[in-house]
């Protein structure tokens, strides 16, 4: 099952239920914000690589590129908590 967005891009189901989970983990006052930038920056990605669907590294990658670094170790501890394999996209 794949979800459609604005850009008409696919979401690979189980990541985008990660991501969900991940968003209503994230504190309130910034989650809305959380969400708003990485939508954005995660369908970028998935466009930058030439597809139509938004899989795994389109969003850890768009967490990493988009999220202040002083919520790094919340981030960190959100992306493994739900999942995601994220240490392969870390930023060196």
């Known amino acids: 099952m794949s979800i459609q ?3 008409q891009l696919r ?3 189980l990541a985008r239920l990660k991501y969900e989970t991940m968003i ?3 504190p ?3 989650r809305e914000i959380a969400k708003k930038v990485v939508d954005k920056k995660a369908v ?3 466009q930058e690589r030439g597809s139509h669907l938004i899989e795994e590294s389109d969003i850890v990658r768009a967490f990493f590129s988009e999220v202040p670094m002083s ?3 919340l981030m960190i501890r959100l992306l ?3 999942g995601f394999d994220y240490k ?3 930023p060196k």
Do not use: D, G, M, Q
């Open 5 to 7: 967005t604005p850009a």
């Open 11 to 13: 979401w690979e189901a």
């Open 24 to 26: 209503t983990k994230i």
């Open 28 to 30: 309130l006052f910034h």
């Open 44 to 46: 970028i990605n998935a």
């Open 71 to 73: 919520f790094y170790s």
């Open 80 to 82: 493994a908590e739900v």
């Open 88 to 90: 392969k996209y870390e």
